[in-house]
């Protein structure tokens, strides 16, 4: 199946250029994230935390915390929450929703697919 091509309406200068990254290093598989797990996922400046759900989908975030800014790769993921390592702040990483204080502001999330054997991020 062909992947999608998501769209966004912007009137910013810089055009819209989506692009796949791998979470993986080449030739490591997607079983490197264990079910109910997460990958810490480091590109250009930024970092991400990349979870394997319940559901068997991949799903993305932001990999601060957006209380103090700590990585979410060390907490602890339940179902399909992630618990902050500092102050157990919660979100629920399907859609970035914080859901126990004290994080109250939600995470960003972004779009993955399967490419063989490895999980791809759109990142923006
Ligand atoms: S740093 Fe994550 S809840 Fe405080």
Do not use: W
């Not at 400046?45 to 060390?74: I, K, M, N, S």
């Not at 859901?99 to 490419?115: D, E, F, G």
Request: with cysteine; net charge negative.
């Amino acid at each position: 199946m062909p992947a999608t091509t998501p769209t966004r309406s912007s009137s910013a200068t810089k055009p819209y250029r989506p692009e796949f990254h791998a979470d993986l290093e080449p030739g490591q598989p997607t079983p490197g994230i264990g079910e109910e797990d997460l990958n810490r996922f480091d590109h250009a400046g930024r970092t991400y935390a990349v979870y394997h759900g319940p559901d068997g989908a991949f799903y993305c975030t932001d990999g601060l915390c957006t209380h103090e800014q700590v990585h979410l790769a060390g907490g602890l993921v339940m179902d399909c929450i992630i618990e902050c390592p500092k102050h157990d702040g919660q979100f629920d990483y399907r859609s970035g929703k914080a859901v126990r204080a004290p994080a109250c502001v939600n995470l960003r999330t972004y779009q993955t697919r399967i490419a063989g054997d490895q999980v791809e991020i759109l990142i923006d």
